[in-house]
């Protein structure tokens, strides 16, 4: 009895694998669409938030408040409804970088819960248009916290766009390079508006740190 099954699974193991390899593409494929899906509604709840906030500002005359306060202020108390909330995270702003077609929210640390469905803003750093380096992180890989994969084709020069409360700041790309986990010092502080991008390298690798550092324009 035990020789005929074994039998039955050698006859058949070509159609197995076969199976098995299309149930694991169809997660992968599934778990991408999810975190497309994902990043898409923090993104138009933040700007829903955002246009609340100006709003608000505007109906009571007031001169509105500074663009990362209002950024702040518009994220702070979430719906039982929004995915913020779901995994612990508030975005700070949306990062866009035209060169590799990258449109992601950026939320307000580099949690792990984070990374799965935004870019992540490393605390104590610069915010969004203010003087010093404003440090973001994001994961490279294929499913979860894909939104750094194309990073390596950011050139000098390329633009990238910060949208943060009722303004938007532009940063040019002028410096690429990969450094040891260790060199922390891409990290420090900056007397001028700088942008520091970091993400590891080779894809699905922690081997190296790429990074993009601009300025803003």
């Known amino acids: 009895m035990i020789r005929k ?17 299309c149930v694991l593409i169809a997660a992968a494929v599934s778990t991408k669409l999810y975190t497309r899906y994902e990043q898409s509604k923090l993104i138009d709840d933040y700007r829903s ?6 709003g608000e500002s505007s109906s009571a005359g007031s001169s509105g ?3 990362t306060a209002a950024a702040s202020s518009a994220v702070s108390t979430p719906s039982s409804q929004q995915p913020s ?3 612990g995270d508030n975005l700070i702003g949306i990062l866009s970088i035209p060169r590799i077609n990258l449109e992601v929210g950026i939320g307000k640390d580099v949690s792990a819960q984070t990374l799965k469905y935004a870019v992540g803003h490393f605390p104590k750093t610069a915010m969004p248009g203010e003087k010093g380096n404003f440090c973001v992180a994001g994961h490279r890989s294929y499913t979860f916290g894909e ?48 942008i520091t991008l970091v993400t590891c390298t080779p894809v699905r690798s922690d081997a190296y740190r790429l990074i993009v550092k601009g300025v803003m324009a």
């Open 49 to 54: 938030r955002i246009s609340v906030v100006q």
């Open 65 to 67: 408040l500074p663009s």
């Open 85 to 87: 909330q779901k995994y």
């Open 147 to 194: 939104f750094f994969n194309r990073l390596d084709e950011v050139q000098k020069g390329d633009p990238i766009f910060v949208e943060s409360g009722n303004s938007t700041f532009k940063y040019l790309v002028t410096e690429i390079k990969v450094v040891t986990p260790e060199k922390v010092s891409v990290l420090e502080k900056s007397s001028g508006r700088e």
């Open 5 to 21: 099954f074994f039998s039955l699974i050698t006859k058949h193991l070509g159609i197995i694998l076969i199976a098995a390899g």
